[in-house]
């Protein structure tokens, strides 16, 4: 039986002369593509050595490393599930996700160690590692003990993956589960769409516990043979020097904001570059209208989700499905990916005309299995006839492009990160004095957006702002932090007593102006 394991697909596309380089990183590291296929064959036997269930959940909590994306490709090669979390989540977050995917493997940095294996422990994992950024911890120490040769576990397409939580409006976040088909499918796709070269060189300068590094980026780079410049975190002076080495670049809006504003950024820099890569959260058209003056390159906008990979892009070259157009639309994601059917919704049920505004649904190869051990979310989320309901609000232009305008969702995109309002509340709820709270999304101009709290305090009692923020760092991931915390009298109300959003999000907007 041909074996369908999305690692299987990777290393295929690995180069003959393994002795080249597959990455290389800002601290002078060089790793062969061979070194790569010997150290997942090395954890990927470590990890069979477990003797862990089919499908086992190995949960991964560790400082970005070439390591820990060794990691993520062994568990595939092992045929495991990978779960990574945000290096910023506090101990009652890590708590629930472990929990929730009962994972039989944690690993953690060396620096966590005490209060995750606890958590782990308590939850029925029975093996917790460490892996620290400097290729310390347990986890290396182990697999030196273990052959550099190993048979990719086999694999289907319907099998899982990987699972990536993501909250919803109310309630826990949930773990989108995605399968080697989800990921395999659309790797091989987006290579021929965005037309990667076999010279091509790409900066990874992404965190790698979300789509955007861990997915799109790595397996970007990968199914195309292509070396990666790995940058341990993004510095935009760092970034803009290497750019003569590279031809790929891929960002959150806010990585292009914070490169606009280094004189370094100039057409001569940038000229080595083939193509800038921009999602997650919206660009602003001046971010796109500057780059281009800045560097002559016109950034490619494109739309994605944990639960569905990449969605739609604006064309790199012609695309023959919209009569060979090439214009990359600034304010717009582009079109539908090849295989991806995407539709927009009136509330009713019944799909709008061309250019009016509904709710996007999707489906394609690329589309999640459902939420890890919900069916009831999971079948809320999905209509009658197979289409995943994004959230999203958007248009289709009558040339066929997308543009998002909004979102069904309550949801804050900060600098990439995504920020559930539901989550802020009830912590801030939970607090001394406070009678109830709102946290809205406002513009701000590092992070495109970012959280404000509302607060209204008990019938004599005094809420401190500062208190409230400082209570919420010990609780939540700094990025969930608001950066404004406002206490007021009363929040505006329509007549079914409804905390109306959109006026606070109005009365704000220039907070950070
Ligand atoms: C950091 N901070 C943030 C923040 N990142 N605040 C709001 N939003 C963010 N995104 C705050 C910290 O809380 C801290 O505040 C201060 O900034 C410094 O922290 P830091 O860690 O040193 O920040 P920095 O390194 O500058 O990080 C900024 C960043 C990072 C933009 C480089 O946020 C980032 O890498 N974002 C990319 C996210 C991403 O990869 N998203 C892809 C999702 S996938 P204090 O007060 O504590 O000092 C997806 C699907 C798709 O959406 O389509 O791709
Ligand atoms: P996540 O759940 O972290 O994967 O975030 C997915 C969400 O990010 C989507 O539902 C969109 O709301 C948003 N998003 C991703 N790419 C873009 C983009 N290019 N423009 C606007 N929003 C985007």
Known sequence: MNNQNLFVALRDAFPADLGRTAVETDDGLV?????LDRATAMMANLLDSLELPAASRIAVQVEKSVEAMVLYLATLRAGHVFL????????????????????AVVVCSPKNFGWVSQIAFKAGTKH????????????????????DQHTPALRQDDDLAAILYTSGTTGRSKGAILTHGNMRSNAVMLRAYWQWQPDDVLIHALPIFHVHGLFVAIHGALINGSKMIWLSRFDPKQAIARFPEATV???????YVRML??????????AHMRLFISGSAPLLIETFNDWQTRTGHTILERYGMSETVMLTSNPCGPDPRYGGATERRGGTVGFPLPGVTLRVMEDGGREVAPGEIGGIQVNGPNVFKGYWRMPEKTAEEFTADGFFKTGDVGRVDERGYVTIVGRSKDLIISGGYNVYPAEIESAINDMPGV???AVVGVPHPDFGEVGVAVIIPRPGATVDPDQVIAALKSQLANFKIPKRCIVVDELPRNTMGKVQKNLLREQYKDAFA
């Open 31 to 35: 790793y062969s593509w061979g070194d």
């Open 84 to 103: 990574p979390l945000n290096t910023a989540y506090q101990s009652g977050e890590i708590e629930y996700f472990i929990g929730n995917a009962e994972p």
């Open 128 to 147: 917790v590692f460490t892996l620290g950024e400097d290729r310390s911890g347990s986890l290396l120490e182990r697999a030196a003990h273990h052959g």
């Open 249 to 255: 670049f891929m960002g959150v809006p806010t990585l």
């Open 261 to 270: 504003a280094e004189p370094t950024l100039t057409p001569a820099q940038a």
């Open 435 to 437: 009678m109830e709270s």
